[in-house]
Every structure is written in C-alpha cells, then in structure tokens.
C-alpha cells in the first residue's frame, strides 16, 4: 500500500490540437494512450469524501485494473493504490463512472495528461508544484484558469445529476 499526495492542476482544453502543437515544443517523445474506464464508489458524502476508483485500463492489447482509494483536497488528491479491495462493493455504491481516452506523457519531474472525455477534454499537470505552473503558462494556460475541483464535481456542476455513467455513445 502506497500512499502518495499529488499536486495537480487541470484545465478544460478548447483546442486540443494546438495543445497538441505546443506539447510538442515542450516534450519530444510521444505519449502513451490508453482507454481508461473509471468506476467511482462512495458512501454518498459527496466528491470530498474518500473514495474508492476501480480503474480499468486498456493499452498495447492488455487490460489491467488498479484501485485506490482517493481523498479530494482541493487541488491536491491523496491516492493509496491497492491491489485489491475486498468487499469495498458492499459497504459503497457505484455512485458514478466514465470513460475517457487519455494521452500520457511522462517527464522526468511532472506528468501531463490529456483526457477526452464524452463531456469534454481536459489538460492534467502533476508532480512539483512551481514546476507544474511553469509548464502550464508554457502551454498558454493562465492559473486562474484552473480547475480547483475534481471532474465528477465540474460534470454535475455543468451538466447536473442527470446521467452519472458517461460514455462515448450516449452524449
């Protein structure tokens, strides 16, 4: 069990393709892409609450599934990777879940990823934070700009609770 606190921040992505152009000025190897389902359990207290994340990820013909338990703290997440969670389906509900395809890229002391998901596509930067601003106005993100919440929070607060399982087919 790792427990690790990330720093992250997250912007919705107007034009993909100029952010795709900009990357490749900043990173010169490509990223990794992978179709990624999350499923989201929880005990109904909202996004602040700890969570648990099944996530299922599909890459070069392998699927692999990893849990963790998540702690949202406003701009922050703490994550505990599992192997596995026995019995967690019991005790929690499968309050929501999505899909997305995600860009990975991964520098030596920060991550980006670029997800596109059925409500949208987002910019994620992790790791130090005075080196996740810098790269961020790189990109032609203003910090101001950042999303302080985490994605389930940003889908209701736009879309409301009318469909809590996004998928690519029914949007």
Request: proline share 2%; glycine share 8%; net charge positive.
């Amino acid at each position: 069990m790792k427990e690790k606190i990330e720093t992250e921040l997250k912007f919705s992505v107007k034009n993909p393709m100029r952010l795709f152009k900009e990357l490749s000025k900043v990173i010169k190897k490509p990223p990794k892409v992978f179709y990624v389902l999350d499923e989201i359990y929880g005990a109904g207290g909202g996004y602040k609450e700890e969570k648990i994340r099944k996530r299922t990820v599909f890459h070069s013909g392998k699927v692999k599934i990893i849990y963790e338990k998540t702690k949202w703290l406003g701009g922050k997440i703490k994550k505990v990777k599992e192997k596995k969670i026995n019995g967690f389906a019991k005790q929690l509900k499968l309050e929501n879940s999505y899909e997305k395809i995600r860009f990975f890229y991964k520098v030596r002391d920060y991550d980006i990823c670029i997800d596109f998901y059925p409500i949208g596509v987002f910019l994620e930067i992790e790791g130090d934070t005075t080196r996740i601003k810098e790269i961020a106005r790189k990109l032609g993100f203003s910090l101001e700009d950042n999303i302080k919440e985490n994605i389930d929070f940003y889908y209701r607060k736009k879309y409301g609770d009318k469909n809590d399982h996004w998928r690519f087919g029914n949007f």
